[in-house]
Structure formats: C-alpha cells, structure tokens
T-cell receptor
C-alpha cells in the first residue's frame, strides 16, 4: 500500500544532542512537509519542499534542518539549538501543489521526548 | 494574522445522536476548508473538503457546511458511533500551497455508548 513511513515512532534525546527523524513516501508525491504538534495548538509548519534539492522554511524553522536529496525522502534533524523540542512530529505530502485543493497525506508521526 | 477557532476542546455525545463541531476563522479568505480526523498517537486523515462557493457537502454520515459570510464551517456526524471518537481538525486552504494551509487546534469527540 502507498503511504508515508515515519521512523522512529518514539525517540528520546538528551539535551545537546541532534536527532534525525526519517520520512519516506512511496506515493510519488512532489511536495513534502514537516509539522510539529503540541497540546492545545494547531499543527505548525517547520519546513516544506516542493521539489528535490529545494526546501523552504515554515513558521517555526529555527533549530531544525532538512534535506531533500531524493523525491521519496525528507528527513528532519532536530538540532541542539531547538530549545523546546519535545513534541509530536508529523510528516506529510501532497501530490502536486497548485492542482486543486492541498489535501495532505500524513505519516503516523514521531514522538520526541527530551530527557 | 489569520486565526482559527474550533468551538470546544472536547465534546461528549450519546451514541446515535448527531455531533456538531464548529470551525470559525478570521483574517483569511480560504478557497477550501478541509476536515481531518486524528486518532491518539496517529497522523491526521483527510475526511472531506468544501469549496468557498459550496454551501454543503455530504459523505456517508458526514456533512459539512461552509458560510463565508459568517466565516464558519460546521461539521456534522449523524447517527454517531463510539468508533467516531477521535479529534477532528479543520484546516483553511488558500490554494497557494500547503505552506499556507492553517490548522485549528481540534475538537476531541467522545461518543458514549
């Protein structure tokens, strides 16, 4: 079945460590996104990429980095510069931006906890 | 800046009744309004969308209305079942890209048997 695979499902990080969250899709979608979800807040956009080797900052990009070397993959690195990284991270994709509504397909999420 | 409010954080209803969830917005002119379902510890799943020029949309037991004058969407689940218990998110879509897709905080619906 086509979809988005995020790993790991749960991740624990010590202060000062960088961690990388994996996101792989086999939907042949052009655009991929990373969101952060905190209790009582809507999804907030961290980074997005509409094409390989290009990505843009979202609303809360500070302390995060991404790469898009392959169409299928869009990993997110949470760096030590991110002051409050404990959250639920969601990867999503869209078939093609600008063609109809922007309906997102989401992965199952990764929960990061800083110890 | 744009603001989205979903009327209540949590809603409890009896099985078989109709659940009505509200999404209000300000400072925005969406081309579409989308509704997603999210189960605990999972990613949201798209349910249905409604265009700005549509008043009502139906899909099985789901019905969505969209009033651009009131800047409000109502999401109804008829004949609710315990399996409908989840968090429901609304999202405003301006068609300019998912970098301009704004989500509400969600309403957690519990259907009591």
């Amino acid at each position: 079945d086509g979809g988005i695979t995020q790993s790991p499902k749960y991740l624990f990080r010590k202060e000062g460590q960088n961690v990388t969250l994996s996101c792989e899709q086999n939907l042949n979608h052009d655009a991929m996104y990373w969101y952060r979800q905190d209790p009582g807040q809507g999804l907030r956009l961290i980074y997005y990429s509409q094409i390989v080797n290009d990505f843009q900052k979202g609303d809360i990009a500070e302390g995060y980095s991404v790469s898009r070397e392959k169409k299928e993959s869009f990993p997110l690195t949470v760096t030590s510069a991110q002051k409050n990284p404990t959250a639920f991270y969601l990867c999503a994709s869209i078939s093609r931006v600008g063609v109809g509504a922007n309906v997102l397909t989401f992965g199952a999420g990764s929960r990061l906890t800083v110890l | 800046s744009q603001k989205i409010e979903q009327n209540s954080e949590a809603l409890n209803i009896q099985e078989g009744k109709t659940a009505t969830l509200t999404c209000n917005y300000t400072n925005y002119s969406p081309a579409y309004l989308q509704w997603y379902r999210q189960d605990p510890g999972r990613g949201p799943v798209f349910l249905l969308l409604i265009r700005e020029n549509e008043k009502e949309k139906r899909k099985e037991r789901l019905k969505v209305t969209f009033d651009t004058t009131l800047k409000q969407s109502l999401f109804h689940i008829t004949a609710s079942q315990p399996a409908d218990s989840a968090t429901y998110l609304c999202a405003l879509d301006s068609l300019t890209g998912a970098n301009n897709l704004f989500f509400g905080t969600g309403t957690r619906l519990t259907v009591i048997p």
